[in-house]
């Protein structure tokens, strides 16, 4: 081989790897800053694979005030989230439970994606809402009245950590699903309970008030069948919703419902405190019976004798004639109640009293059905994937 030939060999060699080692620099200078913008690993993100399409919008509300003063009261913030292959054919509509927002369907307080993200893998558009006056909805002072708020004693009593913190219910030896594993488990100082705490909110008085109106109005704009899944203070708002509009709900789970109907309950006696619960039976708002109920004084009751378990109380029940709740008969409905819940007390009444007024609702106590160790918010717990494939196993089987 001459020595020109050589010469250009080497020279182009010479070339292609300066080239290769300045596109090297090049992708790890790109890489490197790639990298740098990334969130660190200690701020939560999830794959959008799944999903197409994602938006928000607000329902209801209306202007009230004095000319020139107006303002808009009542709307209610809404997120929607569309898969890439709808494969089921009803959408999925949460209602949150009170101190809450739509948040807690996105993402559990340990950093693992939440409800909303299952679903739609599994093909479901999910609708998920702030209550108005709460979270991303508007608060207005002047009309919404006193703001509550939970103490972090009271979350860690009745929700994260009553063994640990003096919670006094039945059951509360139970909870075994929070999800740390630091020893101030589920109470303050425990990293995923003071991130947990970050995200409850203010509430109002007469949160029912606002969220039916909005809630009728989200159905009336989606226009077609939705399955409502309602958590604690979002039950009672769901089944108003879905008295008023009886054709836009395809079937309803009632994950622990608020409650009791008729009389409130101690918790920690297991007994009538002599208050008045739901006095609309599974409501505080009026709802359609036939014959109609013009007011509470109208639904006649009695006390059951016994209750099924020793650590639930004896349910409220109608003497006949009984009232149906007319709307919701052809309504399929799931309640639910968690092993190691202080709710469990009074979870059976509702579903009794519905059922009694010819509306069907299967009552599961998740232990009945293998799933153990779970609390209130059993959508934030460490087995929280098997509780929601429970509930989409029942949808599918169910609503038709």
Request: net charge neutral.
């Amino acid at each position: 081989m001459n020595r020109r030939i050589v010469r250009t060999l080497l020279a182009t060699f010479s070339m292609v790897a300066l080239a290769l080692l300045s596109g090297a620099r090049l992708g790890a200078q790109t890489g490197t800053a790639k990298n740098s913008a990334m969130p660190p690993a200690s701020i939560p993100t999830f794959s959008m694979d799944n999903v197409a399409r994602e938006g928000f919008f607000y329902v209801g509300g209306k202007y009230e005030g004095p000319t020139g003063k107006e303002v808009m009261h009542g709307a209610m913030y809404v997120e929607v989230m569309v898969p890439k292959q709808i494969k089921q054919k009803y959408p999925i509509v949460f209602f949150h439970g009170n101190g809450q927002s739509g948040t807690v369907w996105k993402q559990t307080p340990d950093g693992r994606p939440g409800w909303a993200y299952y679903l739609i893998n599994q093909g479901y558009v999910v609708y998920m809402v702030d209550y108005p006056a709460r979270g991303r909805s508007p608060y207005v002072p002047d009309l919404d009245g006193k703001l509550g708020l939970r103490t972090a004693l009271d979350l860690e009593q009745i929700w994260t950590g009553p063994m640990l913190s003096g919670g006094d219910f039945p059951r509360k030896n139970l909870y075994t699903q929070w999800p740390s594993d630091s020893p101030k488990k589920g109470t303050m100082g425990d990293p995923v309970f003071d991130n947990f705490i970050k995200g409850q909110l203010q509430f109002i008085a007469g949160q029912a008030e606002l969220a039916v109106p909005a809630g009728v109005a989200l159905l009336d704009q989606i226009g077609s069948p939705v399955i409502l899944i309602t958590h604690s203070q979002g039950g009672g708002i769901g089944f108003n919703v879905a008295d008023q509009r009886p054709n836009l709900v395809a079937g309803m789970v009632a994950i622990e419902p608020g409650g009791p109907e008729i009389g409130a309950v101690d918790t920690a006696k297991v007994a009538y405190t002599g208050k008045i619960g739901f006095a609309w039976g599974i409501t505080n708002m009026p709802m359609h019976y036939d014959p109609p109920v013009n007011s509470p004084d109208d639904l006649k009751t009695y006390l059951e004798e016994k209750s099924e378990r020793s650590d639930e109380v004896p349910c409220y029940m109608q003497k006949e004639p009984v009232h149906k709740l007319v709307s919701l008969a052809n309504l399929r409905i799931l309640s639910i109640s968690a092993e190691g819940t202080y709710h469990r007390v009074f979870d059976s009444c509702i579903p009794k009293w519905l059922n009694q007024a010819g509306v069907k609702d299967e009552f599961v106590r998740l232990e009945d059905v293998g799933i153990h160790g779970n609390m209130h918010e059993m959508f934030l717990d460490k087995n929280s994937d098997v509780v929601i494939k429970f509930i989409d196993e029942w949808i599918r089987k169910n609503v038709k």
